[in-house]
């Protein structure tokens, strides 16, 4: 039961490029979650998902997007990379029914120079 | 508002209990999470209330006055490995589903 695992764990940007981050989880949740972490700024909610085929936009979902084909994954993609998008990435997932206890992802850290 | 207040540093020594504050906005609220985490790790769940009270998981409790919007985490018997940062979280209940909202979160030094 490996949890909820993400690639890749580092990556570097230039300024423009565009990149997918992968996120799976093996615990059956129906909801998922992305979020970017920045220094004094605790965890800020990117989009997130209800279930299979659904997707929604969170607090700051501009520059991003994501899809959820299947139960299992949800993948956030950067189309044209950006040096503000410059942080670490977490994807987490939990049951419909305890939104309060989520569980996180090891994080991808992110620059774009 | 969706706001959520903690202090930014809070340092104890080990073997002594420390509060950890958290005031929020009470618009749509629903119930407030706790977190932990390790430098370069992952957040990690600790304790959830959803009605006034404490709830005791262990070393760790957590508090909830929905009159006064505020709850607070308590450390007790502290040890060298609980130096983290803890984040309380504000479960809303929206149209588009149930989301945490994250505060900015406070960081425990525990020393010798």
């Known amino acids: 039961n490996a949890g909820v695992t993400q690639t890749p764990k580092f990556r570097v940007l230039k300024t423009g490029q565009s990149m997918t981050l992968l996120c799976a989880q093996d615990m059956n949740h129906e909801y998922m979650y992305w979020y970017r972490q920045d220094p004094g700024m605790g965890l800020r909610l990117i989009h997130y998902?209800?279930?299979?085929?659904?997707?929604a936009k969170g607090e700051v979902p501009d520059g991003y997007n994501v899809s959820r084909l299947k139960k299992q994954n949800f993948l956030l993609g950067l189309e044209s990379a950006a040096p503000s998008q410059t942080s670490v990435y977490f994807c987490?997932?939990?049951?419909?029914?305890?939104?309060?206890?989520?569980?996180f992802g090891p994080g991808t850290r992110l620059t774009v120079t | 508002g969706q706001s959520l207040e903690q202090p930014s540093e809070v340092t104890a020594v080990e073997g002594a209990i420390v509060q950890i504050n958290c005031t929020y906005q009470?618009?749509?609220?629903?119930?407030l999470s706790w977190y932990q985490q390790h430098d370069g790790g992952a957040p990690t769940f600790l304790s959830y209330n959803a009605l006034d009270g404490l709830e005791e998981t262990g070393r760790f409790s957590s508090f909830l006055s929905r009159s006064d919007s505020y709850g607070y985490l308590l450390l007790q018997e502290l040890q060298m490995k609980d130096s983290a940062s803890y984040f309380c979280?504000?479960?809303?209940?929206?149209?588009?589903?149930?989301?945490?909202?994250f505060g900015t979160g406070t960081q425990l030094k525990v020393e010798l």
């Open positions: 009470t618009s749509g609220f629903y119930g």
């Open positions: 998902s209800v279930g299979e085929g659904t997707t």
């Open positions: 987490a997932s939990s049951n419909s029914a305890s939104v309060y206890e989520q569980y």
């Open positions: 979280a504000r479960r809303r209940l929206t149209g588009g589903g149930n989301k945490l909202t």
